[in-house]
């Protein structure tokens, strides 16, 4: 691996890590209001009344839970997402017959971006899966009395808990025990539920992220006619304002996958009733969910998630490409 690879991965990883801080109670909302679709009565009327009654039942510490799995998903995805799109970037050149210097065209840039949003689904869908699961955890399935959860806890420390779960001085799982558990149960397989979702999601999501991001840059590289657009003239703002533009269009592109991989990944701790049966499919989960709710189902959490998407993408690419002007030559 060379040095140009291990700064993508540094570089990434960084960018990701301060993003993925400022960005989870955000994204908890998101995944507590993708997860309740299924369900007969809505927990939350929306993302504002879901992040007032976490702060009221659970405070920070609520709107912070699961955090350490997505913080080792934002190193391993943004660090995979850098190091694969410059990668794929110079295997492109070298088909075309190209120098490293050669300027991609933007469909190339998207094409690359896809391939790096792909391998990187496959190392992301363990660590979303544990995070989605944590995220719930104190959200009562309808029908189950707090003494049946805490002994439903017992046998299964993934399962959900209720909000008086805490009063009872039962501890809820940590990241560790989720993901343990669901190898104990569903084997190293289940690991990767919701991978199809997340595999839709992360290329066409990939091919948005980067090429929104290519885009915007050439437009205000060439207002300032900057010779040959070069990226390292970018100044913080413009990286900062063509990142934020690549957030927005990377949760646009292909959110109700994402929709559909939150709701499979939390099934089991939100409706306990189906536990033992067949592990749910991503063409069927979309199919409950269209019949649920419709378009607007497979959408909730969407308004909270772009907004977010704005300042977090921001944040990566002011880092990733301060630090790449800074130490990358």
């Known amino acids: 691996m060379g040095i140009r690879a291990l700064k993508d991965i540094t570089f990434g990883s960084i960018a990701g890590m301060a993003a993925k801080v400022f960005e989870h109670p955000f994204d908890l909302t998101k995944v507590r209001l993708q997860s309740q679709v299924l369900d007969k009565t809505a927990r939350f009327s929306g993302p504002i009344d879901c992040l007032v009654q976490t702060w009221k039942k659970e405070g920070v510490r ?23 799109y410059t990668e794929l970037q110079n295997a492109l050149r070298w088909l075309g017959g190209h120098s490293s210097t050669h300027e991609l065209s933007l469909g190339q840039r998207a094409l690359a971006g896809a391939g790096a949003g792909a391998v990187t689904s496959f190392l992301l869908t363990p660590i979303e899966l544990v995070k989605c699961k944590m995220q719930v955890q104190m959200l009562m399935a309808p029908g189950v009395s707090p003494a049946e959860a805490v002994t439903a806890l017992s046998a299964n420390p993934s399962l959900a808990l209720p909000n008086t779960a805490s009063a009872t001085g039962t501890k809820l799982p940590g990241p560790i025990a989720v993901l343990m558990n669901t190898i104990r149960t569903t084997g190293l397989r289940g690991l990767w539920l919701g991978q199809t979702a997340t595999f839709i999601r992360e290329t066409g999501g990939g091919a948005a992220w980067f090429a929104s991001k290519e885009a915007v840059a050439s437009l205000l590289l060439a207002r300032r006619h900057v010779p040959g657009g070069d990226r390292k003239e ?24 994402d929709t559909v991989k939150s709701a499979m990944q939390t099934e089991a701790e939100l409706r306990p009733q189906t536990a033992g049966g067949p592990a749910p499919t991503f063409l069927g989960t979309f199919r409950a969910m269209y019949r649920a709710q419709g378009v607007r ?18 944040l990566i690419f002011l880092i990733y490409d301060g630090l790449s002007k800074r130490y990358g030559s």
């Open 62 to 84: 609520g709107l912070y839970r699961g955090l350490p799995a997505p913080i080792v998903g934002a190193m391993a995805e943004n660090a995979s997402l850098f190091w694969s």
């Open 234 to 257: 970018l100044r913080a703002w413009e990286s900062a304002v063509a990142g934020a533009c690549a957030g927005v269009a990377y949760n646009s592109a292909l959110f109700p996958a």
């Open 297 to 314: 189902g497979l959408y909730a959490g969407c308004g909270v998630t772009v907004a977010r998407a704005v300042p977090s993408s921001a």
